[in-house]
Protein backbone atom coordinates (compact mmCIF):
# COMPACT_ATOMS: atom_id res chain seq x y z
CA UNK A 1 0.00 0.00 0.00
CA UNK A 2 1.48 3.61 -0.82
CA UNK A 3 -0.32 6.89 -0.97
CA UNK A 4 -1.71 8.08 -4.32
CA UNK A 5 -4.11 10.85 -5.79
CA UNK A 6 -6.72 9.01 -7.04
CA UNK A 7 -9.31 10.68 -9.37
CA UNK A 8 -12.80 11.03 -7.60
CA UNK A 9 -14.80 13.28 -10.01
CA UNK A 10 -14.77 15.23 -13.38
CA UNK A 11 -16.34 18.08 -14.81
CA UNK A 12 -16.52 19.93 -17.87
CA UNK A 13 -17.70 23.70 -19.47
CA UNK A 14 -18.08 24.81 -22.73
CA UNK A 15 -19.40 28.06 -23.94
CA UNK A 16 -22.83 27.45 -25.26
CA UNK A 17 -21.54 29.19 -28.57
CA UNK A 18 -20.99 26.43 -30.86
CA UNK A 19 -19.06 27.30 -34.53
CA UNK A 20 -19.72 25.02 -37.50
CA UNK A 21 -17.00 24.34 -40.04
CA UNK A 22 -19.50 26.43 -42.35
CA UNK A 23 -19.63 29.40 -40.37
CA UNK A 24 -15.92 29.97 -40.70
CA UNK A 25 -15.89 29.27 -44.44
CA UNK A 26 -18.14 32.04 -44.65
CA UNK A 27 -15.33 34.35 -43.01
CA UNK A 28 -11.76 32.89 -44.34
CA UNK A 29 -11.25 30.83 -47.98
CA UNK A 30 -12.38 27.63 -46.49
CA UNK A 31 -14.61 24.75 -46.47
CA UNK A 32 -16.19 22.20 -44.42
CA UNK A 33 -14.79 19.13 -46.30
CA UNK A 34 -11.08 20.25 -45.83
CA UNK A 35 -11.52 20.89 -42.39
CA UNK A 36 -12.95 17.48 -41.96
CA UNK A 37 -10.84 15.42 -43.95
CA UNK A 38 -7.10 16.92 -42.89
CA UNK A 39 -8.46 17.83 -39.27
CA UNK A 40 -11.56 15.52 -38.05
CA UNK A 41 -12.99 18.96 -36.59
CA UNK A 42 -16.78 19.90 -37.62
CA UNK A 43 -17.38 22.29 -34.93
CA UNK A 44 -16.11 24.27 -32.06
CA UNK A 45 -17.21 25.94 -28.85
CA UNK A 46 -16.11 29.60 -28.32
CA UNK A 47 -16.32 32.11 -25.77
CA UNK A 48 -18.85 34.68 -25.52
CA UNK A 49 -18.65 38.40 -23.51
CA UNK A 50 -18.16 37.56 -20.04
CA UNK A 51 -17.22 33.94 -20.50
CA UNK A 52 -13.38 33.97 -19.54
CA UNK A 53 -10.58 30.83 -18.74
CA UNK A 54 -11.49 31.78 -15.13
CA UNK A 55 -15.73 31.13 -15.45
CA UNK A 56 -14.98 28.16 -17.09
CA UNK A 57 -12.96 26.79 -15.11
CA UNK A 58 -14.64 27.37 -11.82
CA UNK A 59 -17.70 25.88 -13.92
CA UNK A 60 -15.84 22.72 -14.82
CA UNK A 61 -14.47 22.61 -11.00
CA UNK A 62 -17.72 22.69 -9.61
CA UNK A 63 -19.25 19.97 -11.89
CA UNK A 64 -15.94 17.55 -10.80
CA UNK A 65 -16.46 18.41 -7.40
CA UNK A 66 -20.25 17.55 -7.53
CA UNK A 67 -19.32 14.76 -9.17
CA UNK A 68 -17.08 13.93 -6.55
CA UNK A 69 -19.85 14.54 -3.82
CA UNK A 70 -16.63 16.70 -1.88
CA UNK A 71 -17.19 20.22 -0.39
CA UNK A 72 -15.19 22.98 -1.89
CA UNK A 73 -13.75 23.86 1.36
CA UNK A 74 -12.36 20.40 1.80
CA UNK A 75 -10.06 21.39 -0.55
CA UNK A 76 -6.67 21.73 -0.68
CA UNK A 77 -4.67 22.66 -3.35
CA UNK A 78 -5.75 24.05 -7.07
CA UNK A 79 -3.84 23.56 -10.35
CA UNK A 80 -4.90 25.62 -13.33
CA UNK A 81 -3.14 25.13 -16.46
CA UNK A 82 -3.58 27.39 -19.41
CA UNK A 83 -1.72 29.56 -22.10
CA UNK A 84 -4.89 32.06 -22.25
CA UNK A 85 -4.99 33.54 -18.67
CA UNK A 86 -7.44 36.14 -17.77
CA UNK A 87 -5.24 38.78 -16.61
CA UNK A 88 -0.64 38.48 -16.73
CA UNK A 89 -1.28 38.25 -12.87
CA UNK A 90 -3.17 37.05 -10.53
CA UNK A 91 -3.17 33.87 -11.76
CA UNK A 92 -6.54 32.67 -12.69
CA UNK A 93 -6.49 29.51 -10.34
CA UNK A 94 -6.62 32.34 -7.83
CA UNK A 95 -10.01 33.80 -9.26
CA UNK A 96 -11.22 29.75 -9.34
CA UNK A 97 -10.55 29.62 -5.78
CA UNK A 98 -12.58 33.31 -4.89
CA UNK A 99 -15.68 31.92 -7.00
CA UNK A 100 -15.37 28.50 -5.30
CA UNK A 101 -15.59 30.36 -2.06
CA UNK A 102 -12.08 28.57 -0.85
CA UNK A 103 -10.78 31.09 1.47
CA UNK A 104 -7.35 29.39 2.20
CA UNK A 105 -5.58 26.94 -0.54
CA UNK A 106 -2.47 26.92 -2.63
CA UNK A 107 -3.29 28.21 -5.96
CA UNK A 108 -1.48 28.59 -8.64
CA UNK A 109 -1.30 28.59 -12.73
CA UNK A 110 1.13 26.17 -14.59
CA UNK A 111 1.60 27.00 -18.53
CA UNK A 112 3.10 24.43 -20.89
CA UNK A 113 0.22 25.45 -23.56
CA UNK A 114 -1.26 22.14 -24.84
CA UNK A 115 0.67 19.88 -22.42
CA UNK A 116 -0.64 22.20 -19.85
CA UNK A 117 -3.21 19.57 -18.22
CA UNK A 118 -0.31 16.47 -17.82
CA UNK A 119 1.87 18.85 -15.93
CA UNK A 120 -0.40 19.96 -13.73
CA UNK A 121 -1.65 16.94 -12.76
CA UNK A 122 2.23 15.00 -13.07
CA UNK A 123 2.68 18.37 -10.01
CA UNK A 124 -0.20 17.67 -7.85
CA UNK A 125 0.29 14.27 -8.24
CA UNK A 126 3.76 14.75 -6.52
CA UNK A 127 2.55 17.24 -4.14
CA UNK A 128 -0.13 15.13 -2.76
CA UNK A 129 2.53 12.23 -2.47
CA UNK A 130 4.28 14.42 -0.91
CA UNK A 131 1.65 15.38 1.60
CA UNK A 132 1.17 18.75 0.64
CA UNK A 133 -2.39 18.30 0.40
CA UNK A 134 -5.31 15.76 0.72
CA UNK A 135 -7.68 17.00 -1.83
CA UNK A 136 -6.69 18.85 -5.46
CA UNK A 137 -8.22 20.04 -8.24
CA UNK A 138 -6.63 20.17 -11.23
CA UNK A 139 -8.17 22.30 -13.96
CA UNK A 140 -7.25 22.86 -18.10
CA UNK A 141 -8.91 25.81 -19.29
CA UNK A 142 -8.45 27.96 -22.76
CA UNK A 143 -9.98 30.96 -24.58
CA UNK A 144 -8.05 30.52 -27.63
CA UNK A 145 -10.74 32.15 -29.58
CA UNK A 146 -8.56 35.20 -27.96
CA UNK A 147 -5.39 34.40 -29.36
CA UNK A 148 -6.13 33.45 -32.96
CA UNK A 149 -5.84 35.88 -35.94
CA UNK A 150 -9.16 34.73 -37.61
CA UNK A 151 -7.54 35.92 -40.89
CA UNK A 152 -5.47 33.09 -40.79
CA UNK A 153 -7.40 30.07 -42.47
CA UNK A 154 -4.18 27.88 -41.36
CA UNK A 155 -4.60 28.16 -37.70
CA UNK A 156 -8.23 30.34 -37.09
CA UNK A 157 -10.07 26.69 -37.88
CA UNK A 158 -8.20 24.46 -35.28
CA UNK A 159 -9.44 25.35 -31.80
CA UNK A 160 -11.86 25.89 -29.53
CA UNK A 161 -12.13 26.92 -26.34
CA UNK A 162 -13.19 25.32 -23.39
CA UNK A 163 -12.66 23.77 -19.34
CA UNK A 164 -12.39 19.83 -17.78
CA UNK A 165 -11.49 19.64 -14.20
CA UNK A 166 -10.99 16.78 -11.86
CA UNK A 167 -10.92 16.26 -8.40
CA UNK A 168 -7.73 14.02 -6.37
CA UNK A 169 -8.00 12.65 -3.36
CA UNK A 170 -5.24 10.95 -1.48
CA UNK A 171 -5.64 7.71 -0.54
CA UNK A 172 -3.63 4.34 0.64
CA UNK A 173 -4.08 2.18 -2.34
CA UNK A 174 -2.33 -0.83 -4.13
CA UNK A 175 -2.77 -0.25 -8.09
CA UNK A 176 -5.59 2.54 -7.91
CA UNK A 177 -5.26 6.03 -9.14
CA UNK A 178 -2.56 7.71 -10.86
CA UNK A 179 0.53 5.00 -11.45
CA UNK A 180 3.16 7.01 -13.34
CA UNK A 181 3.72 10.35 -15.15
CA UNK A 182 6.39 11.65 -17.50
CA UNK A 183 7.05 14.89 -18.60
CA UNK A 184 9.27 16.24 -21.64
CA UNK A 185 10.10 19.63 -23.10
CA UNK A 186 12.32 20.83 -26.04
CA UNK A 187 12.40 24.51 -26.60
CA UNK A 188 14.58 24.15 -29.99
CA UNK A 189 11.10 24.06 -31.56
CA UNK A 190 10.22 27.27 -29.97
CA UNK A 191 8.84 28.43 -33.25
CA UNK A 192 7.07 26.31 -34.91
CA UNK A 193 3.90 26.92 -32.28
CA UNK A 194 3.93 30.30 -30.86
CA UNK A 195 1.88 33.27 -29.84
CA UNK A 196 3.71 36.46 -31.65
CA UNK A 197 3.47 38.75 -28.64
CA UNK A 198 3.94 39.02 -25.08
CA UNK A 199 4.36 40.61 -21.81
CA UNK A 200 7.67 41.93 -21.84
CA UNK A 201 8.15 41.66 -25.55
CA UNK A 202 6.03 43.46 -27.59
CA UNK A 203 3.54 44.39 -24.79
CA UNK A 204 1.05 43.36 -26.66
CA UNK A 205 -0.79 39.83 -26.63
CA UNK A 206 -0.51 38.72 -29.73
CA UNK A 207 -1.64 36.34 -32.45
CA UNK A 208 -0.76 32.47 -32.03
CA UNK A 209 1.54 31.22 -35.01
CA UNK A 210 2.16 27.81 -36.17
CA UNK A 211 3.73 25.32 -38.90
CA UNK A 212 1.21 23.04 -38.70
CA UNK A 213 3.24 20.19 -40.71
CA UNK A 214 6.24 20.20 -38.74
CA UNK A 215 4.19 20.35 -35.60
CA UNK A 216 2.12 17.14 -36.60
CA UNK A 217 5.64 15.65 -37.75
CA UNK A 218 7.23 15.62 -34.35
CA UNK A 219 3.46 15.23 -32.28
CA UNK A 220 3.12 11.52 -33.50
CA UNK A 221 6.88 10.82 -32.89
CA UNK A 222 7.17 12.58 -29.53
CA UNK A 223 3.68 11.52 -28.07
CA UNK A 224 4.29 7.34 -29.81
CA UNK A 225 8.32 7.67 -27.13
CA UNK A 226 6.09 8.86 -24.19
CA UNK A 227 3.39 6.72 -24.11
CA UNK A 228 5.67 3.43 -23.99
CA UNK A 229 8.19 5.17 -21.47
CA UNK A 230 5.12 6.37 -18.91
CA UNK A 231 3.63 2.64 -19.65
CA UNK A 232 7.44 1.20 -19.06
CA UNK A 233 7.06 3.22 -15.44
CA UNK A 234 3.65 1.76 -14.64
CA UNK A 235 4.50 -1.37 -15.46
CA UNK A 236 1.79 -2.17 -17.78
CA UNK A 237 2.38 -2.67 -21.58
CA UNK A 238 -0.13 -1.31 -24.68
CA UNK A 239 -2.19 -4.02 -24.70
CA UNK A 240 -3.38 -3.94 -20.98
CA UNK A 241 -4.70 0.14 -21.67
CA UNK A 242 -8.36 -0.14 -21.63
CA UNK A 243 -8.69 3.77 -23.11
CA UNK A 244 -6.50 6.12 -24.35
CA UNK A 245 -7.67 10.19 -23.96
CA UNK A 246 -5.27 12.34 -25.76
CA UNK A 247 -4.77 15.97 -26.33
CA UNK A 248 -7.42 16.78 -29.44
CA UNK A 249 -5.32 18.68 -31.71
CA UNK A 250 -6.46 16.18 -34.92
CA UNK A 251 -7.67 13.21 -35.90
CA UNK A 252 -4.53 11.63 -37.62
CA UNK A 253 -2.68 12.34 -35.32
CA UNK A 254 -4.90 10.47 -32.75
CA UNK A 255 -5.10 7.33 -35.82
CA UNK A 256 -1.38 7.64 -36.74
CA UNK A 257 0.08 7.82 -32.40
CA UNK A 258 -2.73 4.65 -31.96
CA UNK A 259 -1.33 2.74 -35.35
CA UNK A 260 2.37 3.54 -33.88
CA UNK A 261 1.42 1.92 -30.39
CA UNK A 262 -0.41 -0.97 -31.85
CA UNK A 263 -4.05 0.37 -29.98
CA UNK A 264 -6.80 -0.12 -30.75
CA UNK A 265 -8.35 2.36 -32.61
CA UNK A 266 -11.85 2.33 -30.72
CA UNK A 267 -10.21 2.24 -27.50
CA UNK A 268 -9.44 6.06 -28.36
CA UNK A 269 -11.50 8.76 -26.66
CA UNK A 270 -12.04 11.04 -29.22
CA UNK A 271 -13.99 14.76 -29.29
CA UNK A 272 -11.89 16.87 -31.32
CA UNK A 273 -15.01 16.77 -34.17
CA UNK A 274 -16.90 18.32 -31.40
CA UNK A 275 -14.25 20.82 -29.43
CA UNK A 276 -11.53 21.21 -32.14
CA UNK A 277 -8.27 21.65 -30.63
CA UNK A 278 -8.98 23.43 -26.54
CA UNK A 279 -5.56 23.36 -25.89
CA UNK A 280 -4.77 22.28 -22.03
CA UNK A 281 -8.70 21.83 -21.78
CA UNK A 282 -8.74 18.75 -24.20
CA UNK A 283 -7.47 16.04 -22.24
CA UNK A 284 -9.73 16.86 -18.88
CA UNK A 285 -12.44 17.32 -21.53
CA UNK A 286 -12.41 14.45 -23.25
CA UNK A 287 -11.92 12.43 -20.15
CA UNK A 288 -15.42 13.98 -18.39
CA UNK A 289 -17.03 12.73 -22.11
CA UNK A 290 -15.91 9.59 -21.65
CA UNK A 291 -16.68 9.60 -17.56
CA UNK A 292 -20.20 10.46 -17.77
CA UNK A 293 -21.24 8.44 -20.92
CA UNK A 294 -19.87 5.48 -19.02
CA UNK A 295 -17.12 4.24 -21.15
CA UNK A 296 -13.94 4.79 -18.51
CA UNK A 297 -15.45 3.06 -14.73
CA UNK A 298 -14.01 1.40 -12.26
CA UNK A 299 -10.93 -0.48 -12.81
CA UNK A 300 -10.47 0.31 -15.80
CA UNK A 301 -6.07 1.35 -17.13
CA UNK A 302 -6.37 4.54 -18.32
CA UNK A 303 -3.75 6.48 -20.29
CA UNK A 304 -3.70 10.33 -20.71
CA UNK A 305 -1.02 11.91 -23.52
CA UNK A 306 -0.42 15.57 -24.97
CA UNK A 307 2.29 17.32 -27.03
CA UNK A 308 2.13 20.78 -27.59
CA UNK A 309 4.09 24.43 -27.73
CA UNK A 310 7.50 24.41 -26.37
CA UNK A 311 7.78 21.93 -27.75
CA UNK A 312 6.61 19.99 -24.47
CA UNK A 313 4.86 16.79 -24.29
CA UNK A 314 3.93 14.38 -21.71
CA UNK A 315 1.87 10.99 -20.56
CA UNK A 316 -0.07 9.51 -17.75
CA UNK A 317 -1.01 6.06 -16.26
CA UNK A 318 -4.21 6.07 -13.95
CA UNK A 319 -6.20 3.38 -12.82
CA UNK A 320 -9.46 4.51 -12.10
O1 LIG B 1 -2.07 21.45 -30.14
C1 LIG B 1 -0.73 21.53 -30.49
C2 LIG B 1 -0.42 20.60 -31.52
N1 LIG B 1 -0.89 21.07 -32.81
C3 LIG B 1 -1.05 20.20 -33.73
O2 LIG B 1 -0.87 19.05 -33.44
C4 LIG B 1 -1.35 20.62 -35.14
C5 LIG B 1 -0.58 19.74 -36.05
N2 LIG B 1 -0.78 20.00 -37.45
C6 LIG B 1 -1.91 19.70 -38.10
O3 LIG B 1 -2.87 19.27 -37.51
C7 LIG B 1 -1.93 19.85 -39.61
O4 LIG B 1 -0.62 20.07 -40.06
C8 LIG B 1 -2.86 20.97 -40.11
C9 LIG B 1 -4.31 20.57 -39.90
C10 LIG B 1 -2.56 22.26 -39.35
C11 LIG B 1 -2.65 21.22 -41.60
O5 LIG B 1 -2.84 20.03 -42.34
P1 LIG B 1 -1.78 19.61 -43.48
O6 LIG B 1 -2.29 18.39 -44.08
O7 LIG B 1 -0.42 19.57 -42.80
O8 LIG B 1 -1.91 20.80 -44.50
P2 LIG B 1 -0.83 21.87 -44.97
O9 LIG B 1 -0.50 22.82 -43.86
O10 LIG B 1 0.30 21.18 -45.64
O11 LIG B 1 -1.65 22.65 -46.08
C12 LIG B 1 -2.06 22.01 -47.28
C13 LIG B 1 -2.78 23.03 -48.13
C14 LIG B 1 -2.00 24.32 -48.30
O12 LIG B 1 -2.21 24.77 -49.63
P3 LIG B 1 -1.09 24.52 -50.75
O13 LIG B 1 0.14 25.22 -50.26
O14 LIG B 1 -0.92 23.04 -50.85
O15 LIG B 1 -1.72 25.14 -51.97
C15 LIG B 1 -2.68 25.26 -47.36
O16 LIG B 1 -2.58 26.60 -47.77
O17 LIG B 1 -4.03 23.39 -47.51
C16 LIG B 1 -4.12 24.80 -47.43
N3 LIG B 1 -4.88 25.16 -46.23
C17 LIG B 1 -6.21 25.24 -46.22
N4 LIG B 1 -7.12 25.05 -47.18
C18 LIG B 1 -8.42 25.20 -46.85
C19 LIG B 1 -4.41 25.42 -44.98
N5 LIG B 1 -5.44 25.68 -44.16
C20 LIG B 1 -6.56 25.57 -44.91
C21 LIG B 1 -7.93 25.72 -44.63
N6 LIG B 1 -8.82 25.52 -45.62
N7 LIG B 1 -8.38 26.02 -43.39
Redesign the pocket.
Known sequence: MSRRAVIVGTGAALPPRRITNAELAER????HE??VE??GIEARHIAGDGETTATLATEAARKALDAAGIPASTIGLIVLATATPDQTFPASATRVQTALGINDCIAFDVQAV?TGFLYALSIADNMIKGGMADRALVIGSETFSRILDWED??TC??FGDGAGAIVLEARETEDEGILATRLHADGRHNDL?YVDGGVSTTGTVGKLR?R??E??RH?VVNLAAVLNEVLEAAGHRPEEVDWVVP?Q??KR?LDATAKKLGLDPSRVVVTVDQHA?T?AASVPLALDVAVRDGRIGKGNLVVLEA???GFTWGAAVVRF
Open positions: VDTSWIRTCRAVLLMGKVFAHANINSMGG
